[in-house]
């Protein structure tokens, strides 16, 4: 698989970033032991955990991040593998904000528990507290990378005007600033009234600014949760997600996916492949449920740019 220069003067990683959202949870330990084997053995490099992961299950947080620590001790294949996790989050069920300098610490150093690992590379922010200054968030984040827990630290979810006024209290500071941001992107257009009011997603104005400032994105949910191949397949689609991608934009590209979509090539290439040839790094993080899956994903990735089509596709949608 391609190889994407995501961190500064980081080893790079893989072009396909593997979504461990479900391990532990809606995926049992044993198949997302077996993705994590196919994946590596297809070039993959990149894993996306948080410590928030599982939590709906019940059985408190860190089942994604748990399974994922079992699996190093088992294989020792902790340093093939480049993590990304998130802390940060409000306690599951409740919105109170967590992102005092000892709510971070705290998160931090349940994750390395768990993840059987002594630092994690990439540590976001999973979500904005936008009553707290950016400084107070940031000094905590960058302490952490002092002490060499984290290799680097990055926003989930913060709104441009938050970003934009971190990554400049950072340059005044002389910190490291966030590294890349992860939200929200996919092939589907996204009507923003139906986003959670927690949740961002790519926009023209963040687009622009991460392009400027050539900072890395990370795109979630970036196959849209199966949206093109189960509306191509007739399957049902969760009424959250029809009225998530219910656009007009959506029935463009559905027509045009329809009639001209290029020889050898599935809805589901198509979804991963408009991540390429951005005009700043970008990686999709990809989840799935089962290893057919994955498979299909895998083979996308090694498909060629379909330059004529993606011409034709980012006319109706161009990020
Ligand atoms: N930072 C954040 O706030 C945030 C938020 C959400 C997610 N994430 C990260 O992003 C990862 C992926 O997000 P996501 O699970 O929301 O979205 P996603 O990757 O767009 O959707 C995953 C779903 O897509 C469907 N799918 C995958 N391959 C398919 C195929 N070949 N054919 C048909 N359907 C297919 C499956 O749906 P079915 O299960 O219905 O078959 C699968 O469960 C997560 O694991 C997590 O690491 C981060």
Not at 11 to 28: D, I, M
Not at 44 to 71: C, K, N, P, Q
Request: some cysteine; glycine content about 6%.
């Amino acid at each position: 698989m391609k190889e994407i220069e995501l961190l500064p003067g980081k080893k790079t990683v893989s072009a396909l970033c593997l979504g461990c959202g479900s391990f532990g949870a809606e995926v049992s330990e044993a198949d997302a032991f077996r993705q994590l084997d196919r994946f590596l053995a297809a070039g993959g490099s990149f894993v996306d955990t948080a410590r928030i992961y599982g939590a709906w299950m019940g059985r408190g947080e860190g089942l994604s991040e748990t399974t994922l620590g079992h699996y190093f001790k088992q294989t020792g294949r902790r340093h093939d593998l480049t993590i990304s996790t998130k802390g940060g989050h409000p306690q599951w069920g409740t919105t109170m904000p967590r992102l005092q300098a000892e709510d971070l610490v705290q998160d931090v150093k349940l994750s390395l528990r768990a993840l059987q690992t002594d630092y994690i590379d990439l540590y976001y922010v999973h979500r904005d507290n936008p009553d707290l200054p950016v400084e107070a968030i940031l000094a905590p984040l960058e302490a952490l990378c002092q002490e060499g827990l984290i290799g680097h630290y990055a926003c989930s979810n913060w709104a441009l005007p938050r970003l934009q006024a971190a990554q400049a209290a950072a340059e005044k500071l002389g910190y490291a600033g966030f590294s890349s941001n992860q939200l929200m992107w996919s092939l589907a257009d996204i009507d923003p009234a139906a986003v959670d009011w927690d949740l961002c997603a790519m926009n023209a104005a963040t687009y622009a600014y991460q392009q400027a400032q050539q900072l890395p994105a990370m795109a979630y949910s970036s196959l849209a949760h199966g949206y093109w191949a189960k509306r191509q397949q007739h399957l049902p689609i969760k009424a959250n997600f029809q009225r998530l991608y219910h656009t007009e934009v959506n029935e463009q590209l559905a027509e045009l996916m329809t009639h001209e979509l290029p020889d050898g090539y599935s809805v589901l290439d198509i979804s991963l492949l408009y991540f390429s040839q951005r005009p700043f790094p970008v990686v999709p993080i990809a989840a799935f449920r089962s290893e057919a899956q994955l498979n299909e994903a895998l083979a996308a990735m090694d498909k060629p740019y379909p330059e004529d089509f993606m011409q034709k596709l980012s006319k109706i949608k161009p990020y």
